[in-house]
């Protein structure tokens, strides 16, 4: 029997916001385990803690206690530089809305995460970034400027963007919340293929029922927890 | 670095209107920098010109004579030395170190003159004057006498004599008229006036008079040797230096114009350190608004900014960005002012041609590289805030919904 290792474990989650006076409690202790290769919707309502919870597991933000282990790292006590570098290496993004660069074109956008990395466009990255834009069905928008795409476009951008460097972790967060219908269900079909095909492990955040019934798995965040998974 | 570059550049393209504002800002600062320094310069070159023009650079005289101790050193005895004056001091050998000091790098000309003080009558009239006696090709060596004459002509033939407009003027003097000058040594000569002249200097103008070498000899009774040797350089500033070097190579006590002139040069100082503070407060005015163009825009850019940091993008990274555009920003507006300016500076007359009402600008003393160089490190240094301020971009708290 293959006993399959977490790609991600987080343990007794707690995240707390203090703004002088008051403290809110956001999480409070949560703990999740994420696998290779699943497609998980990440539910709950508005206000529960979904994109806190996504910027602690995508390294932008540091719990206020608990553990967080990623493909064996610590990341807990972890410099910025190194979470920096591993959100760069291990960790895809896709929000809700201002995603792209404006002045940058749709493949220069893709490009990125490499670019940063390496401190110019290489053209290998630039093939990279080409295919990936006809895998999300915009080829012919390449060398469009960001600014000039519709909303749609742009999460399909941010969505291969997100797939640059070859992440072990793509965290989506409500990706489709400022989509029409129409172009809500491409990004969400392209989310499920992409996890179908390649095996990209994503974790999508949304209050939509019906998006988070496309999912294999589903959580649900109640009083800063998880609550009881369907399976 | 070289992609930091390219998010720069685009950066800047991306609101052209802003940056071309930003640029044309700086420019003009460094316009008034270069101005500033053109017309600083100018102003000490038409001073310097005007006062120091027509005297020598450097004055060598002969080594003060100490009368030797009669006294043996170790007598214990306290020696009060008594400097002479009642010996003249001449440079007898005057005419052997010419060659030496013709020599010596940036002097342009020597002049052996007999000097002293005479009273200069005519009928009841009577003026005190500083008789200068030079050789006749020599008459013009060091103030520009022959270059300056309102009335008569240069020519300096024994028997004859150029004067000052000023003593002229009080004397009623003309060409053609006959003088008679008496010497501090009592001697009388009398000489026909051949020219006036006008160095714009009162204290020549009022009480100069020049003769021929061999007339002052007699005047002063001085048949060999001369009073001193004046020098003039191709580069006045360097006065200090021949000076000393003059007296290293000939042992005789050489006086740089400077010596005698420490309040034009105090005032040349205070001149240039006047320029300075405006100079200063445009590199200020310079930075203040990088700065705050830069703050603006990371401002304006916070949500990118928070996009790039998700990305992986380091802070490093983010800072590069900005100060590359503070940089270019800077250089290019740097590259541009200083350009305007030259050009601006073009028309205006060399500071020694300025009319009295003309401003005096020396357009090689526009500081240009100097200029493009600390506008540059300003803008950089402008940048550094706007840079960490972006670079301390929280990405949780920009990339709302
Ligand atoms: N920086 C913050 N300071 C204080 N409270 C915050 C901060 N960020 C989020 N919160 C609060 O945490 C809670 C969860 O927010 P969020 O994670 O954005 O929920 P969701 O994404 O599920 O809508 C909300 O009540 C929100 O007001
Ligand atoms: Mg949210």
Redesign the pocket.
Known sequence: MIVDTPLLIVTDLVKE?N?GETS?T?LNGLSLSLYRGELVALL??????????LSILGTLMRPTSGRFEMLGFNLIGARDVDLTEFRNQHIGFVFQAHNLLPDFTALENVMFPAATRKGRETSVDRRRATELLDKVGLADRRDFPASKLSGGQKQRVAVARALMNSPDLVLA?EPTGNLDRESARRVMDLLIDLNGTDGTTFLI?THDETIAGQCRREIR?LDGRLARERH | MTYSFKVALRYLASNRAQTALLIAGVAVGVYIFVFMSALIGGLAVLLLNRTVGNIAHVTIQAPDRDPVSLYGRDSGTLVAILKSVQQRTTLQSAAAFLPTIEAIPNVTSVAGVVAGNGFLTKGEAIAPVIVTGVEPDQVSAIANVAGNLVAGSGDLTIGKALIGSGLAKTMGLRVGQRVSIRSERNIDATLLIGGVFSLGVSSVDDGAIYVHLRTARVLFELPDGVSRLEVKLDDLRLAPDVARRIANTTGLKSIPWTEKNEQLLNGLVAQARSGDVIKGFALVTIVIGVASALLLSTYRRQSEIGIMRAMGATRRFVVGVFMIQGGLIGLAGGLLGAGLGYLSLLPFPLPEATSSTGLPIAIGEGAYGTAILLTFIGAIFAAIWPASAASRVDP??VIGP
Do not use: C, E, I, N
């Not at chain 1, 709950?44 to 919870?53: C, F, V």
């Open positions: 916001f703004d809110t956001v709950g309502p508005s206000g529960s803690g979904k994109s806190t919870l967060d955040s965040l | 949780v708290k």
